[in-house]
């Protein structure tokens, strides 16, 4: 266990102590060392886009219909999605928007006619 715990420690600090011999590509905080780069999000957004027109005056789930929409199996067919949670807010090409009670989205994402799963905006929306 001992010899384990010391080859982990020496490869977290191996880095940082090779550093102070070499003289370039060398960071300049310990800090840089030990945390994992910044990764991009890829995925796009559970919000409308911007400058996108409204469709509906109601686009709306309340909290049955959230639950409601959380214990749905996909696919769905268009026409289900809209006889149970009504027309969205807004719409695109590949996604209808509802509003949630806590101001945040719900995007139902579709193929064609077919929905093919649901994601949910986070706070930064």
Known sequence: M???LVGVLWIAI????TCQFATTNCPEDLNQVFQP?????VEPSAAPPPGLEP???DGKLNESDIKALLYLQFPQQYE???DRFGF???????SDYYSLPNGRWVAVQY???TA????FSDSGD
């Open 2 to 4: 001992t010899r384990n």
């Open 14 to 17: 191996a880095p940082a102590l």
């Open 37 to 41: 780069p910044a990764v991009e999000a």
């Open 55 to 57: 469709y509906s005056v």
């Open 80 to 82: 289900s999605i809209t």
């Open 88 to 94: 969205p807010a807004y719409r695109d090409s590949v």
């Open 111 to 113: 193929s064609g006619k």
């Open 116 to 119: 093919t799963g649901i994601k």
